[in-house]
């Protein structure tokens, strides 16, 4: 019993001052260090840039969104100023009557067929992908009729052309032309007596395709991010293309003498639009 109130008066007084030790004794006593972080939390990933955990497959797939492929349908339409030059090659039949002249023999069945030669120029405008142009055209048959008599054919017009263009840049116009056929006969002694001319309406459709340059641009960013969310890229068409088509023309040539004229051509266009 002695040995116990030996020890409680030995370790006592150290036990209640302690317990009884004021609140800014308490306070002023050191924490308990912090366990040192393993490692600092990563920063969260934004949605406009890749994340580096993501599975694989949404990495191939966030890079195939930059630069998608760009279709045709979303090409804007044709519009603005038009202007197109063709020039072809062909064949021309004209047909009809030529009457008597001094030193020119009647031809009274022609029938001439030959190799042509065609140009035109176009110019006008146009909204959604349909134009309206004025026109020149100018044909020449290769070869002339050489029996009973010599004479040789041209062809000038004026006219108004109309075109309609899809979206991936077909086209088709159609022509109405007044149109002048000029002979010109060696035989006649006179030489300011050797031409003649003779004049009608005219009609033709020209059905072809054309190509243009495709400029891309981007329509909008996002922090610099190259990664859209959706849409990425918009589409130009150039201002110049250029084309193949065929042609076909018709003219009903009145007066003295009457005529008909048909051409088949094959040109090329150089189109501004």
Not at 237 to 252: D, H, T
Request: aromatic fraction near 8%; include cysteine; charge should be negative.
């Amino acid at each position: 019993m002695k040995r116990i109130l030996a020890a409680g008066l030995f370790f006592g007084p150290s036990l209640l001052g302690a317990t009884l030790a004021p609140p800014e004794a308490q306070a002023q006593a050191p924490a308990p260090a912090a366990p040192p972080a393993s490692a600092a939390a990563p920063a969260p990933a934004s949605a406009l840039a890749p994340d580096p955990n993501a599975p694989e497959e949404r990495k191939i797939n966030l890079v195939a969104a930059e630069d998608p492929e760009q279709d045709d349908d979303d090409l804007p339409p044709h519009r603005g100023v038009f202007a197109r030059l063709t020039a072809g090659v062909g064949i021309g039949h004209v047909s009809g009557q030529l009457g008597p002249e001094p030193g020119f023999k009647p031809i009274d069945r022609l029938s001439h067929t030959a190799p042509v030669l065609a140009v035109a120029a176009e110019l006008g405008g146009g909204v959604q992908n349909f134009a309206l142009a004025g026109e020149l055209l100018y044909e020449r048959m290769l070869t002339r009729v050489l029996e009973p008599s010599r004479v040789s054919f041209s062809l000038f017009g004026i006219g108004l052309g109309a075109s309609l263009y899809s979206t991936d840049d077909w086209f088709v116009t159609g022509h109405v032309r007044w149109l002048m056929m000029l002979l010109w006969k060696p035989e006649i002694p006179c030489w300011y007596e050797r031409g003649d001319a003779t004049s009608g309406p005219g009609i033709g459709l020209t059905l072809g395709k054309e190509w243009y340059s495709h400029q891309h641009h981007r329509d909008r960013t996002y922090g610099g991010s190259p990664y859209r969310a959706e849409g990425h890229r918009d589409a130009e068409r150039g201002k110049g293309g250029i084309g193949l088509a065929l042609q076909g023309n018709y003219a009903s040539l009145s007066g003295n003498p009457d005529l008909d004229y048909l051409s088949g051509l094959l040109v090329l266009t150089m189109t501004r639009f």
